[in-house]
């Protein structure tokens, strides 16, 4: 582990960075913010000659930290709660783009990952790659038995530049959570430890085929939208190789209308491939940003790249159903019940105070456009109401918030006048009647006893092998109670004083050691 002056440092060189792009201003003026942390950032900027007014350039800053920062800020776009409305509105902006490595290195980095040369796997490579991100870049390829496919190869060396970066993540976020506070109650640490979670999944291309192949099972009986298959012969943990999409972007709007397409129709499918990811299969794509989606001739939605993706367990995909299903009827009561059910709201708050906050925040937004009222500005309404009733940040709906906002703002540009909820409603009430319904309650009911019935004998079993029965060898007598030199119930005698004084030695020892390697 890297020495706390190793993370001192690296997060000196990130706050001047940050600092010169007025990126520390607003948690500089935010009187929620720990005291120690708003006297930090100010020296940051008092050091760099820099003054409060000013553009506040929030992806600048993070796009030149690095690849790790990029992804990073990318992932604190969907947290207003944790770095203000403008932060997060300035970094959704922040692209995923760096400048490619040379061919030459890719080459070798596909060669060395399979052991064998190149052309043993593919015909054709093109040298230009079609998209250079932080983590990774990929070229357009044919394969020896001529299949078009695209190559998606890890940036040499960025396992480890990132493993570096998260561990100093990890140190400030611990020294940040424990200022108290407020930044206890947006539990930084936990943000980080997510962070590191997806990152991870991101650097294994094998997980993030095996992602891919999951989806593509559970959306096989959803028209208009695929998955595009898996190379497994020619994919690692380093390269992963899938069919080559022949489409069109979906945010090139204008060609998608020459080509004839139904802009709406295709806006729709979006949303209702989205829920039904999210809420049926609790698995879902959460980078679902335009340049990760294309249109085929027939319409159909084809969507890449799965390094991030969502998973919701059952009984949060039903909370979550019910929350979305009563914020578009206007049952704020039963909302807030939710809340207080799956214990986001502690519950020494009123649930009726709780349902009047929630329908300040929805009923302004119901019947109407998403071009006058959006999801997104539903999410910050709530993330608003969240200090007031002492909610803590639930990790597990963070990459949720941040996707349905990628999905509407593709949807809104596809169809202005789409309305989310009215196209939510149908799908989400069909699943509650489903999911939550007399028969589905009852279907649980007769599945969980008949579990419970066939896991009886091997509780009798467990039972008997901790109680076996009398006879065969005579049981042990008791057997009486040594006292030990290190046993602190008893008193010692020199002996037992020298062993301590040894055990103590060797633990300070190891523990100076271990100071002075890392």
């Known amino acids: 582990m890297p ?41 940051a900027r008092l050091a760099t000659l820099t003054g ?15 690849p790790a920062a990029i992804k990073l800020g990318q992932s604190l776009a969907t947290r207003p709660d944790l770095v203000g409305d403008e932060a997060a509105n300035n970094l959704l902006s922040l692209q995923d783009s760096l400048p490619p490595v040379p061919f030459a290195e890719i080459r070798a980095a596909i060669e060395s990952s399979f052991a064998q040369p190149i052309e043993k796997l593919f015909s054709e490579i093109d040298s230009e790659p079609v998209g250079a991100a932080s983590i990774a870049q990929v070229h357009r390829g044919v394969t020896t038995d001529g299949r078009k496919v695209a190559i998606k190869v890890l940036r040499p060396g960025i396992r480890e530049k990132f493993a570096r970066d998260i561990q100093t993540y990890e ?6 959570e424990a200022m108290g506070g407020e930044a206890s109650r947006l539990r930084p640490r936990l943000t ?13 291309l094998r997980r993030e085929a095996a992602s891919a192949s999951e989806l593509a099972e559970q959306m096989a009986g959803v028209p208009g939208y695929r998955i595009p298959a898996v190379d497994w012969d020619r994919t690692n943990g380093r390269v992963l190789t899938v069919e080559w999409i022949d489409g069109i972007k979906i945010s090139r709007v204008d060609e998608l209308q020459a080509r004839g397409h139904d802009l709406a129709a295709i806006s729709e499918r979006l949303v209702v491939s989205f829920l039904t990811q999210a809420i049926s299969a609790g698995f879902f794509h959460a980078d679902m940003h335009q340049g990760n989606l294309f249109v085929e001739d027939d319409g ?21 159903a019910e929350i979305l299903y009563g914020l578009t009827t206007g049952n704020y009561q039963r909302v807030a019940e939710i809340h207080f059910e799956a214990q986001y709201v502690p519950s020494y708050h009123s649930v009726g105070e709780f349902a009047t906050a929630l329908r300040a925040v929805g009923e302004p937004m119901r019947g109407k ?26 990790p597990h709906l963070l990459l949720l918030q941040k996707t349905m906002v990628m999905v509407e703002g593709i949807a809104t540009q596809l169809n202005p006048d789409i309305n989310m909820w009215d196209t939510a409603a149908p799908y989400v009430r069909s699943w509650i009647r489903d999911e939550l319904g007399p028969e589905a309650a009852l279907a649980d009911r007769l599945k969980q006893d008949t579990e419970t019935l066939l896991r009886l004998p091997g509780l009798i079993r467990r039972v ?21 030199i290190t046993d602190k119930r008893e008193g010692r005698g020199w002996l037992g004083y020298v062993a301590a004084g040894l055990v103590g ?3 300070v020892w190891g523990a100076l050691a271990a100071g002075l390697l890392g």
């Open 3 to 43: 020495s706390s002056a190793t993370h001192l440092i690296r997060l000196a060189r990130w706050g001047v960075t940050l600092a010169r792009r007025r990126a520390l201003v607003g948690i500089e003026d935010d009187p929620n913010a720990p005291a120690t942390l708003r006297r930090l950032v100010r020296l």
């Open 52 to 66: 409060k007014q000013g553009t506040r350039d929030y992806a600048g800053a993070f796009r030149a930290i690095g």
């Open 171 to 176: 140190w400030a976020a611990a020294h940040v």
């Open 192 to 204: 980080i430890a997510n962070f590191k979670r997806w990152t991870n999944s991101e650097l294994d």
């Open 300 to 320: 159909t939605i084809v969507a890449i790249d799965f390094g991030i993706m969502g998973r919701i367990d059952r009984r949060a995909r039903q909370w979550l």
């Open 369 to 394: 456009p998403v071009k006058e009222l959006s999801v997104g500005q539903m999410l910050d309404g709530l993330f608003a109401i969240t200090r007031d009733f002492d909610m803590q940040t639930q």
């Open 464 to 484: 008997e092998e901790m109680f076996p029965p009398k006879g065969g060898a005579p049981e042990p007598p008791p057997l009486p109670d040594i006292p030990l």
């Open 505 to 507: 030695a060797g633990a």
